[in-house]
């Protein structure tokens, strides 16, 4: 499994010829320097209907001519777009071709802001997601919750990418509470320094993660690593 970090929560996973994006959020995103149109998935799934997750999805998904997979209320707004949709809910998963998504808790919001309408997102999630045999775990916005020890239990989680800016979501230390909980080997730290309000310090944060026996992978925005 090839991921590659485009800045603030979005990732682009690739595995045996198959690609999907997660909360593809680039038009906008001061650390994101891939044009929406330079992006050839199979699949944009949704953890929640924010717009700093919801981004370029219409368009990405238009373009592809791909599925959104997303929560169901968010799923039911993006069909009224004119795209293709897999509605989830949490507890859930689906199989697309090569690509296996589970929906798991996050304890967060959900709503998108259109044209200054806020419109009702559903519940907000995490997203397991695997791919040529390894399992990512996406959390995305969410606050430290017990339940991640279980997430943790239940699933041979190969990297957990970790919200750590704080304010909106968890904020570092707690984050390294949830990285030992979920058990996985390797962190990628997400939703930090896109805006003043989640400005931290992630080598500090990797550091944290060492002592912990657990390998803390900064990317850089269109850097990429292999799991
Ligand atoms: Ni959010
Ligand atoms: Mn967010």
Redesign the pocket.
Known sequence: MKITYLGHSALLVEAEGKSVIIDPFLTGNPNSEVKPADIRVDAVLLT?A?N??FGDTIGIAKANDCPVVAPVELANYCMEQGVKTVGMNIGGSHQLEGIKVKYTLAF???SLTVDDKVIYGGE?AGILLTMGGKTLYHA??TALFGDMKIIGELNNIDIAALPIGDF??MGPEDALIAAKWVGAPKVLPLHYNTFPAIEQDVEAFCANLKEAGIEGIALQSKESLEV
């Open positions: 929640h924010h700093d997750h967060h919001s959900s907000p995305g916005d909106f979501t």
